[in-house]
């Protein structure tokens, strides 16, 4: 089941469902356990141009999963359900009842790195150094930077602890628009995304692409069209009952696992998997991408009363 408990987390379910087509692309699915790109379009009465770009959105909301697979008239996709349930709070009243802070961090303002081309970072002015040259992922200047994109490798980012001695972690949120990297861009590049905290992984989410076919919505205006635009907002949760994108379980890493200790900095690792498909990283902050904001963390807590 996919639940989502924040509107803001289900921005691109809600635009993938705001099609008719996409809708009998869904309902298509319920009835089949699964069918390729050409079912599709014949039961549709489409051609298959037509319903490449419905699919493209449905597999970017999470709705949806496409595997390849050898066939007598090549290679073809496959689509089929990624869960059979959607849950939407409109008005999460546990959090309302929380308690809870919320940093935002530069995307820039990484405390470690791993980078390797085509890599680079911007701010809202300019390309930091030169192109595909890690060196200067150390330059002063990344704490400004609005965009940064490397092939392989990882960001780590320390979020302060503010708990007292009588409050205890109930929930870990972080908040971001995360994107692929290909060289130039290339929409259909999938990128198996690692998140870890603590040194503990939490999970891997597949980017579907690096996307540039449409301008980013808050991009500067020297910045190149031939470059990525955008990326996907992704809500990563971690609590008692798992780690969870966008209310899909990513794996069964609890709260309890992460090692969190007193006075002790919490450490934020977003990275290319070792072991999946390596299609890069990018994560865009306030001025860049679709969306106005860094990194958001959130920290959700119990006080303990005597």
Same mark, same amino acid.
């Given at each position: ?31 089949? *356990? ?15 141009? #037509? ?11 999470? &709705? ?19 869960? *059979? ?36 970072? #911007?701010?809202?002015?300019? @390309? ?21 994109? &490397? ?35 290339? *929409? ?13 992984? #939490? ?28 990326? &996907?907002?992704?809500? &990563?949760?971690?609590? *008692? ?22 006075? #002790? ?17 990018? @994560? ?23």
């Amino acid at each position: 089941m996919i639940h989502i408990k924040e509107l803001r987390s289900g921005l691109n379910i809600f635009k993938a469902l705001s099609s008719e087509i996409r809708i009998e692309i869904l309902e298509l699915l319920t009835k089949h *356990d699964s069918l390729n790109l050409n079912e599709i379009a014949e039961k549709l009465g489409l051609t298959n141009g #037509a319903i490449t770009m419905h699919i493209k959105k449905l597999e970017e909301s999470g &709705l949806i999963d496409i595997t390849t697979a050898v066939g007598r008239h090549g290679i073809q996709k496959i689509c089929y359900l990624n869960e *059979d349930m959607l849950s939407v709070d409109l008005k999460n009243k546990s959090a309302e009842n929380a308690n809870v802070y919320e940093v935002e961090v530069r995307v820039g303002h990484y405390s470690d790195y791993h980078a390797e081309s085509t890599c680079g970072l #911007a701010t809202k002015d300019s @390309i930091v150094g030169e192109f595909d040259n890690p060196r200067y992922f150390a330059d002063p200047q990344r704490i400004n930077a609005g965009i940064v994109w &490397l092939t392989r490798g990882f960001l780590e980012y320390r979020i302060p602890n503010y708990l007292k001695k009588n409050q205890h972690f109930s929930e870990l949120q972080f908040i971001m628009e995360l994107g692929s990297e290909a060289p130039g861009y290339n *929409d259909d590049y999938p990128s198996d995304i690692s998140f870890s905290v603590n040194g503990v992984e #939490a999970g891997v989410w597949t980017s579907p692409g690096d996307f540039g076919k449409e301008r980013g919505t808050y991009n500067p205006e020297w910045w190149p069209p031939h470059l990525n635009q955008y990326g &996907l907002i992704k809500l &990563l949760r971690i609590n *008692d009952n798992g780690s969870f994108i966008d209310g899909c379980l990513i794996s069964n890493v609890t709260i309890s696992d992460l090692k969190l200790k007193q006075n #002790a900095d919490i450490k934020f690792r977003i990275g290319v998997s070792e072991t999946g498909r390596a299609g890069g990283l990018t @994560i865009y902050g306030e001025n860049f991408g679709n969306y106005k904001q860094d990194l958001i963390a959130r920290v959700i807590y119990d006080v303990a009363t005597s």
